[in-house]
């Protein structure tokens, strides 16, 4: 009973969600309607979970001086001045002033722009280190590539200035995107589409069943 | 050492500096470059510049302050296009790092533009729960959004008086920089609720709503920080996103440099190893 | 019966008059003249706006393929909106239970517009609604009140018939094969190198003596490709058992976090060795973004595993980790449907599996006939998507749209 209840339950649960999107009548969109709503209920404790979790696992590690433990010091404090500084607050703690928000725009915002900013850097050391034309293809797209990323920002209009307007870098990279671009994507997203229709089956139906526990 | 072997052993540190250089420099001594707006960005503009004045519309502004550079010059952007029609605004925030700086932009925009919270404008905050909250918002936007992000009851703010549901607004627009965002609303809401839809979104996920606009589900699509620079030329401004510009230019310039350098290198190692 | 239909009829007719009844004066006595205008006051009376002329033609439609719960309500325009502009500002939408009130508002739309869904009301309940045109010299109902009318419930969409119809034949495929499979007659599955080359990593890290560190995708459970990197997690825990290298995986959220642990419990119990599973292989980080890539970076700088193995859903951290994977000589093989991060998998990493190759991989590995068989009822249905599309191109191109208009969907 421990793995065929939840096989059980999950196969019922399924179906009837996707039943609810063909039936709009209230026999079927009222409980599913519920269960959206026990969805954002369950998402939402799943953060009181993960918190109660990162402190867990970052104790155990200070108390047993695992590596890089005055790091996770670091991260301990941190979270808790969070939440506490947050529950002092009270109701209105994103608001305009609070300490909350003050640690928001100081600390936060700041180191995760930072981290994404990291991504221009890296992109060109993988374009110089990685991107090899070695075939007629890898060729194809290293200029479609060089077409696209000149041709979208200002700068590739100024370069082809002089060429009349539908043959300026703007205007081939729309074309470019546009069309085999937009033929590709659409080919690669419907058969990731089938791909998540074949393993969300298999799910329901069962015949996928070692996320429950690894024991047949 | 040979200039091959050097190059192609080169530290990636300098090639950073170099990246850091090119940002930096326009930043500080800007160039003036042409700017044309594409008809993605004239349909968001459009789509906006046709509401009746003082309509009321939602923003769900899903993004945090890792895509600042992009989001914001078209959060504000369509803010001051919004404010100035006397439209009101209704924004959610999908996202959970999010709501602190979407309220950042609203407060920045709104006391430029004289508008008062409640009445011209609200920030419902965040909720948990991506699509489900999206699907909620279809049977009650105050349900789903008990409380604002300041803690008082939605229902009692004057712009939320003839808010119900989605069909309460004539236009949605999406800012959004990833999971939950604009594809979840094109996929969960636009055909389900059949509101008119318009989106910001990054540059790197941009060509995947292509087919969106294509099949009309999507009235306009801002892509990036170039398309939010096309935007703000559309209305006639010149804010960070047209100062990023040039910065931005250079910078895909250098990483076109670097894969024809990349390959020139290694063909020169053929070259000489041929030799 | 004729009897009894006469009184229903006389009920219907009787409420209708008592309705224009107490309709009529109001709105009479605000088109009303004001009477003759007086010398002192035919300036100022010529200066009066008067009311706006009523709306008209009030008519409803029940809004299909919902649970009764929205009703759609056209009507004409007032002249006043052509004739005089500026005379008509609104219009009000009221709604009574009877055909004589009492009336309540439901909503009002501005000048122009000539239609509303009133999404508010009860499904099989009798309303009567009017419109009100409204401007700066008063307010005008409708001459008459428009109703009964019924929002009701519907038992299908018939615009998703289309959805339904694949959705049948791709499970009806996918059971097929399936079966099929079972009975022995298990489908040529092509080599995947990706998947391959997993094996590969692993052994090369045993050769070195390093940890692998494998990625299963920063969203939580309720993202299919979360799943399905849970799922192939099994099998590279199982093959790291049997190689007895250490395996370190970090995950982004709590639930992935608990199944992750049984995951590579179970791994290490098939390949029997249980007795050599690390409960502090699997680490709960952060669900936010970039404090989950600094994690992995850092184990990444430090441990220096020597094979990186990402499956799952990845954003913009992809290119982060990829990089800085590559910067200490690991062994990359990457697998996600996130279309817009392939190509920084494909630049930075040794293998990738693209879109649906991640979904294939469980298959793939385990070589489970029922899995191997739903492969093949998924390839089935692609191919009637792709004569579908051909089918529907030429069709488009001759300007026949029957088939574009059949499969559209709402």
Redesign the interface.
Known sequence: MKREFPLLVTALIGFFMILSFFVPHQAVSVPADFLQVCAVIVVAFGYVLGGANALRVNFDAIYKRQPGWPYKIVLVVSLLAMVIVGAIEGKGFQGEGTRFTWMYERLYSPMSATMFALLAFFIASAAFRAFRIRTLEAGLLALAALIVMIGRVPIGDWLTGALPPNLRLSAIQEWIMDNPQNAAKRAILIGAALGVMSTGLRVILGLERSYLSGED | MSLVRTLET?D?RW??L???LL?LIPLIWPLP????V?RRVQGFHDAIESL?D?STVLMSCDW??????EMQPMTRTALRHLFSKNCKVVVTVLW??G???V??QL?FVADEMGKKYGEDYVNL?Y????E??M??MG?SIASTFP?D????VTADYPIMK?V??Y?SFPLLVSISS??PGTKEYVQQVQ??F?IRMIAGV????A??Y??YL?SGQLLGLL?GM?GA?EYEKARGESGGATRG??P?????????F??????GV?WLKRREAHA | MAGSNAVRFARRAAALAIGIALLAPPALAQNAPAGPPSDTTSAAASSVLAAPAPASGLTWSDVPNDAGRAVDLQWTASPGEAESPGSVTLYVIERALLPGGPWSEVDSVPAGTLGRTDGTVRRNTDYYYRVTAVGPGGRTPALSVTGPVTARSHWFNDTRWSVLVFIMLFFAFVMWFVWQAQSGKKPFVRRIAGIDAIEEAIGRATEMGRPVLYVPGIQDIDEIQTVQGLIILESVAKLTARYQTPITVPVAYPIPFTIAEEMVKSGYLHAGRPEAYDPNSVRFVSPEQFAYVAAITGIMLRDKPAAHIFMGSFFAESLLLAETGFATGAIQVAGTANVHQLPFFVVACDYTLIGEELYAASAYLSGEPKLVGGLKGADLMKILIILLVVVGCALETAGVHWLTEAMRAQ
Do not use: W
Not at chain 2, 127 to 130: D, I, W
Not at chain 2, 149 to 152: F, S
Not at chain 2, 248 to 256: M, N, P
């Open positions: 080169l990636r090639i950073f170099i990246v850091g940002v470059l042409p700017l044309t594409s009746p003082g945090d302050p890792s895509g600042k550079p959970n790092g709501p602190g700086i309220d950042e407060r905050g909720k948990a729960g991506n489900a909250v699907v909620l049977q409380r992000i300041r803690g008082g003839k119900r549901n069909s990833g999971y055909g389900r059949h990054t540059a790197v996920s060509p995947e292509y087919p294509q892509g170039a620079a510009m040039v931005q230019s250079f910078a895909h310039l250098f990483v076109a670097c894969i024809l350098a990349g390959n290694q």
